[in-house]
């Protein structure tokens, strides 16, 4: 599995789970079919920017992505984007992106991260992202930006 998977996957898996050590991170990747070392997840956790926060119960600490509406600032993350995003396609208010099997998830997490004012919601399967927007007048407008993402990062 490529590098732009597995990081989309630890995207997946921290946003899911209180993640506290790199050997609990890798335990989940292996459970998922990657055969990875610590040593390459330290690298992707630093590659990535991924920070350590207080966990819910106040008393852990969890792996987290750093939070922003710059698109600029998170360049790693739309280069995954853009090596799983495969087709962007809209009709009436809703936008639908078609990716790599087992991609969906941590790529709509990305496109949530944008805060795009116009997007009621993100829901994503295994290969497929629902974008619902708020006004078919909005529909193209997004669906333009989210292609944009997908040129610039290629």
Known sequence: MTRANRQLKILDIISKHDIDTQEELVAKL???G???TQA???RDIKDMG????LASDGRHYKYAVQRTKDANASDKYLNMFKNTVLSIRSS???VVLKT???SAGPAAELIDKLNYDEVLGVIAGDNTIFVAIDS??????VRERLEALLDTAR
């Open 30 to 32: 292996r459970s998922e």
């Open 34 to 36: 990657f055969n990875i």
């Open 40 to 42: 390459t997840i330290s």
């Open 50 to 53: 991924i920070i350590k926060t």
């Open 92 to 94: 009436h208010n809703l």
């Open 100 to 102: 790599e099997v087992g």
């Open 136 to 141: 078919i007048e909005n529909t193209d407008g």
